[in-house]
């Protein structure tokens, strides 16, 4: 039995629309929620999602919205697929700039520095400081100890003063000379704060140092900023 075309129908697609069964058809063809494939991808969307899937979805569409390649190095420009030559073209100075940026952090990551200072052992407390790119730098140094080292143990610290950013990462070492002519060196890697320092309170037994100066050496074996 044939259903009445003046009878109510609803449409497949679910948009709750309730139409007359002689326009179901036209209707169901036109409506917002009907299945379409993508042009460029061929993935399944709805109608209603089209313009959205291209712009931001499609890995395929000229006109979806890519991030720059060089966003990594810092480049924060979006643009069409198909504007992405164009970008490059336009920008390829400033890509070259972010890369030689990012070049020179690397060489400044592994560039191992070396400062030598002579302390003397009468004063209680004595402080050095030195500057590197990833920022300023002071060797705290108690000939007489301090804190669980004093009177038995010379202590050095290493503090961040200031930088470009709030936390470093740093390994570092000290070495001392020793009374018997030898190098004692112990090495941390840790994150400073700016303004926060690390070191060792006991780093060597006061009898083993020499008497009136001491000889440090600060290596900076790597730098890296650390962003939260």
């Given at each position: 039995?044939n259903?009445?075309?003046?009878?109510?129908?609803?449409c497949?697609?679910?948009?709750?629309?309730?139409?007359?069964?002689?326009?179901?058809?036209?209707?169901?063809?036109?409506?917002e929620?009907?299945?379409?494939?993508?042009a460029?991808?061929?993935?399944?969307i709805?109608?209603?999602?089209?313009?959205?899937?291209?712009?931001?979805k499609?890995?395929?569409c000229?006109?979806?919205?890519?991030?720059?390649?060089?966003?990594?190095?810092g480049?924060?420009?979006r643009?069409?697929?198909?504007?992405?030559?164009?970008?490059?073209?336009?920008?390829?100075?400033?890509?070259?700039?972010?890369?030689?940026?990012?070049?020179?952090?690397?060489?400044?990551?592994?560039?191992?520095?070396?400062?030598?200072?002579?302390?003397?052992t009468?004063?209680?407390?004595?402080?050095?400081?030195?500057?590197?790119?990833?920022?300023?730098?002071?060797?705290?140094?108690?000939?007489?100890?301090?804190?669980?080292?004093?009177?038995?143990?010379?202590?050095?610290?290493?503090?961040?003063?200031?930088?470009?950013?709030?936390?470093?990462?740093?390994r570092?070492?000290f070495?001392?000379?020793?009374k018997?002519g030898q190098?004692?060196?112990?090495?941390?890697?840790?994150?400073?704060?700016?303004?926060?320092?690390?070191?060792?309170?006991?780093?060597?037994?006061?009898?083993?140092?020499?008497?009136?100066?001491?000889?440090?050496?600060?290596?900076?074996?790597?730098?890296?900023?650390?962003?939260?």
């Amino acid at each position: 039995m044939n259903e009445c075309k003046y009878g109510l129908g609803v449409c497949r697609w679910k948009c709750n629309t309730v139409v007359q069964r002689r326009c179901l058809e036209e209707h169901e063809m036109q409506c917002e929620l009907r299945c379409v494939k993508c042009a460029y991808c061929s993935q399944t969307i709805k109608h209603v999602d089209e313009s959205e899937h291209h712009r931001t979805k499609c890995d395929k569409c000229p006109w979806t919205v890519v991030a720059c390649q060089y966003k990594e190095h810092g480049c924060v420009k979006r643009f069409a697929r198909e504007e992405e030559e164009q970008h490059n073209n336009e920008f390829m100075a400033y890509h070259l700039s972010l890369i030689k940026q990012a070049y020179d952090k690397l060489l400044e990551r592994t560039r191992e520095t070396r400062y030598e200072y002579v302390f003397n052992t009468k004063e209680e407390i004595q402080k050095t400081d030195f500057i590197t790119s990833g920022g300023k730098w002071e060797v705290i140094f108690y000939p007489k100890g301090n804190k669980a080292g004093k009177g038995t143990h010379l202590s050095i610290y290493l503090r961040l003063v200031s930088a470009s950013i709030p936390k470093i990462r740093v390994r570092f070492s000290f070495s001392v000379l020793m009374k018997n002519g030898q190098w004692t060196k112990l090495e941390a890697v840790h994150e400073l704060s700016v303004g926060g320092d690390w070191g060792w309170h006991k780093f060597v037994g006061l009898t083993e140092c020499p008497n009136d100066v001491v000889f440090v050496t600060t290596t900076m074996h790597q730098i890296e900023f650390v962003v939260d």
